[in-house]
């Protein structure tokens, strides 16, 4: 089996709402955020606990395949590279079509 389709946490919690999610073109696993009056990520919820966002150390706008008929083909996204107050990095998504976070990655 690929190991991009095996299960991840999702609202339906089984391995074909991660398929839908990578035909999508949703990359990453869906997380909880916090967010402050300015929409930007305060905390995240990560191994069972909520971790402070110590730091943005940047922000971007992905926008593609609006012009397609299929549906579901457009993809509205902001991104934020997050310093954690634990010491890691992460790369959160919000999907501005769709609604919630996904956790692109984490490191450090």
Same mark, same amino acid.
């Given at each position: 089996?690929?190991?991009r389709?095996?299960?991840?946490?999702? %609202? /339906?919690?089984?391995? !074909?709402?991660?398929?839908?999610?990578?035909?999508? @073109? !949703?990359p990453?696993?869906?997380?909880?955020?916090?967010?402050?009056?300015?929409?930007?990520?305060?905390?995240?919820?990560?191994?069972? @606990?909520?971790?402070?966002v110590? %730091?943005? %150390?940047?922000?971007?706008?992905?926008?593609?395949?609006?012009?397609?008929? !299929?549906?579901?083909? /457009?993809?509205?996204?902001?991104?934020?590279?997050?310093?954690?107050?634990?010491?890691?990095? %992460?790369?959160?998504?919000?999907?501005?079509?769709? @609604?919630?976070?996904?956790?692109?990655?984490?490191?450090?």
């Amino acid at each position: 089996m690929d190991p991009r389709l095996s299960p991840a946490p999702s %609202a /339906a919690g089984g391995p !074909e709402s991660r398929a839908l999610a990578l035909a999508r @073109g !949703e990359p990453g696993r869906p997380v909880r955020v916090r967010t402050g009056p300015d929409g930007v990520p305060d905390a995240v919820w990560l191994r069972g @606990g909520w971790v402070a966002v110590h %730091a943005v %150390a940047n922000c971007w706008r992905v926008e593609t395949g609006w012009w397609r008929s !299929e549906p579901d083909a /457009a993809v509205a996204r902001d991104v934020y590279r997050v310093g954690l107050a634990d010491g890691r990095c %992460a790369d959160l998504a919000k999907d501005r079509l769709r @609604g919630g976070w996904r956790c692109l990655r984490t490191w450090g």
